[in-house]
């Protein structure tokens, strides 16, 4: 089956540096891949959304100079929180979305980020 | 706006069964999932429904009446470790999908 692997799984940084959270479609390409954050006992929340070899589109309330993503491949997209602060401290999880199947999103295991 | 409602939490015993339900107003439909996520790790994919109707997976059904906008995921013989949130999400027209909030579900023995 189609598996989508993070790194790293989990992460502790301290406030002011920048965290890169690698994505990767380990046995499918990922033509479009979708970077998800959620805040203790809540639902997922979109930030955005990214295909390979165009910019990413974020969502309303993101800041993109903030959270970088990268989608150099179809296989690899990257999420950099840059300059990070403790209110950015949660969990991260990214999917991917083949072409062939639109509308089926397999979820990586996310990462988990603590800012101190 | 897009809105998908479920339950908070809900609490049932080892061995019986549960329905948690859900209902949702969305920009267009292509489908309706359920996902189980527990504590700390990401969501695992239960169910897809496209069609009205019930769709029968093991211990686990789900039903979707587009004309209602409504599903329930239907868990049998409840076990310990079905100790869990549910989520449910629509996609809409764009193929993005929308999230409800989870329903956590608590087992008791």
């Known amino acids: 089956g189609a598996v989508v692997s993070q790194h790293p799984s989990r992460v502790i940084c301290k406030s002011g540096t920048s965290v890169k959270i690698e994505c990767r479609s380990l046995?499918?390409?990922?033509?479009?891949m979708f970077w998800y954050r959620q805040f203790p006992k809540k639902s997922l929340m979109l930030m955005a959304t990214?295909?390979?070899?165009?910019?990413?589109?974020?969502e309303q309330g993101v800041e993109k100079d903030k959270f970088l993503i990268n989608h150099a491949s179809l296989t690899l997209s990257t999420l950099t929180v840059t300059s990070a602060h403790p209110e950015d401290s949660s969990f991260y999880i990214c999917?991917?979305?083949?072409?062939?199947?639109?509308?089926?999103?397999?979820f990586g295991p996310g990462t988990r980020l603590l800012v101190l | 706006g897009q809105n998908i409602d479920q339950p908070t939490e809900m609490t049932a015993t080892e061995g019986a069964i549960v329905q948690i339900n859900c209902t949702y107003q969305?920009?267009?439909?292509?489908?309706l999932f359920w996902y189980q996520q527990h504590a700390g790790e990401a969501p695992t994919f239960l169910s897809y429904?496209?069609l009205d109707g019930l769709e029968e997976k093991g211990r686990f059904s789900s039903f979707l009446s587009r004309s209602k906008g409504y599903s329930y995921l239907l868990l049998k013989e409840l076990q310990m470790k079905d100790s869990a949130s549910y989520l449910c999400?629509?996609?809409?027209?764009?193929?993005?999908?929308?999230w409800g909030a989870g329903t956590k579900l608590i087992i008791k023995p």
């Open positions: 429904n496209v």
């Open positions: 969305t920009s267009g439909f292509n489908g």
């Open positions: 046995d499918f390409q990922a033509t479009t």
């Open positions: 999917s991917a979305r083949t072409g062939t199947s639109i509308e089926t999103q397999y």
């Open positions: 990214s295909n390979e070899g165009s910019k990413a589109t974020y």
């Open positions: 999400a629509v996609l809409d027209s764009n193929y993005q999908l929308i």
